[in-house]
Structure formats: C-alpha cells, structure tokens
C-alpha cells in the first residue's frame, strides 16, 4: 500500500513538471503556451479554454494542469475544472476527493465553495469531475452547465478546462460552447492528420473558437535526460 501511494505521488509529480521544475524548457514551453493564449484575441480577451485532443492518450490532462499552473504562477486568479465525466484525473493529479464537483453542481444546487478544492498553489482552485454519471451527454447539454460555467466566470480570471477526446463522444464539443477558446492536443507517436481534421471539423460545427493546436512528446536533442520531451505550442490547426 505504501509503495502504491509513492507510485501515485511520483506520477503526480512527474505531471505537474512546470511546479517541480520551473526551471526547464518543458516548463517554459508551458508558459510560452500561456502567452499564446494572452495574445491569441485582441477585441475579446480569453478567459476560458478547453484543452482537448482528437483521441484519448495525447495528454490533454497534463497540459491543461500545468498551464493552469502555469497561469496561476502568473498571479492570474485560476481555476482548472475538470470536463471530463468519463475517465476525470484530475483528482488523481492535485490528489483531492471526487466525491463531488461538476457531475453534482449541474444535478444539484450546490454552494460554489463546497465544490471548489484549494491547491497547493496560490491562485489556483480546482472543481473535479464529481461522480461519474450514467449520462455525461446529457448533463453537459443542459442550461444549467451553461449558467455554472458563466457563474465561474465572475469569480475567476481565468477557467482551464479538461474534456474528453472529440472522436470518442460529444461532450467536447458541448463544453466548446461555454468556453471563450478551444486548443487541440497531439502527440508526436500518433499524431494523424485526419484525425485532426475531423476534430476540427467537429469543433467548427459546435462553432467553436479554435486558438491553437499544441504538439506533444517531442523529443529534444541534447538535453539530460530527465527533460525528454516537451511541449510545442502553433496557432495552426
């Protein structure tokens, strides 16, 4: 039991790398991701983002944690809300319970400070996926997700938010419309152009605000060995 709980700690330490190393190019390009974001609208500043990916394993969770760190660090008032009702990790990363949190807020009227967990970091909370229900599609297309995400909105500068895989089910592009900018995430191994193009293709659809397209795992040369990958953000998609 004890070594499964180091093993959960060292996993999350290795996720929230621009925290434990502030230092290295994977964390610089976290905040070279955040500035894109800062730059990406002139007339309508960007104050929340959906990070998602065309297929699951691009590791759009990592990416939305550490830029919401990222933000955060940057004295920007931040919250990372998990949009995942299906495999949330969220939890699992800022180790915090899933009792309750998005799942909850859209079924019950629940006070916002009972379903907001402190971080580690100053400025930054986070709402956890909540249970898992029998019907994400459908919770996530109701009025009331709309009305919390625009109650959050009054409350915090900025709102990252993790969600599914677009090939997988709708509910990415559900949360699409109730955030101000969209990033898609890919992976060096299985980065597929037509996938990324029916992703986008969905996201154009649901008339979603595409900023950016972030490519994951690339390898950097010459470097030691513990910063073996890193982040390169694009604003083309």
């Known amino acids: 039991m004890r070594d499964r709980k ?39 500043p960007i104050r929340s983002v959906l990070f998602t990916s065309a297929v699951a394993g691009a590791g759009k969770s990592t990416i939305a944690a550490n830029v919401a760190i990222a933000y955060a660090q940057a004295g920007k008032k931040t919250l990372l809300l998990d949009g995942d009702l299906r495999r949330p990790t969220c939890h699992y990363t800022f180790k915090v319970s899933n009792q309750k949190g998005l799942s909850t807020a859209i079924v019950n009227d629940i006070a916002l400070e009972d379903l907001v967990n402190q971080t580690e970091f100053d400025d930054l909370d986070l709402i956890t996926s909540g249970p898992i229900p029998p019907n994400p599609s459908e919770l996530l297309s109701s009025k009331k997700l709309t009305q919390f995400i625009d109650h959050l909105k009054f409350q915090y500068e900025m709102i990252i938010v993790d969600s599914p895989p677009l090939l997988s089910v709708t509910d990415a592009q559900l949360l699409s419309k109730s955030a101000d900018g969209v990033i898609l995430i890919t992976d060096v191994e299985n980065n597929n152009r037509n996938h990324l193009l029916e992703a986008k293709d969905l996201l154009n659809k649901a008339d979603a605000n595409i900023i950016g397209l972030v490519l994951n795992n690339r390898t950097i040369k010459d470097k030691s060995k513990d910063d073996y990958y890193y982040y390169q953000a694009s604003h083309d998609v």
Do not use: W
């Not at 290795?14 to 390009?29: D, F, G, L, R, Y």
């Open 6 to 44: 180091m093993n959960n700690e060292v996993a999350s330490a290795k996720k929230i790398i621009v925290a434990t190393k502030p230092h290295s190019p994977v964390s610089e390009q976290f905040r070279t991701i955040r500035t894109n974001i800062m730059y990406s609208s002139i007339d309508r």
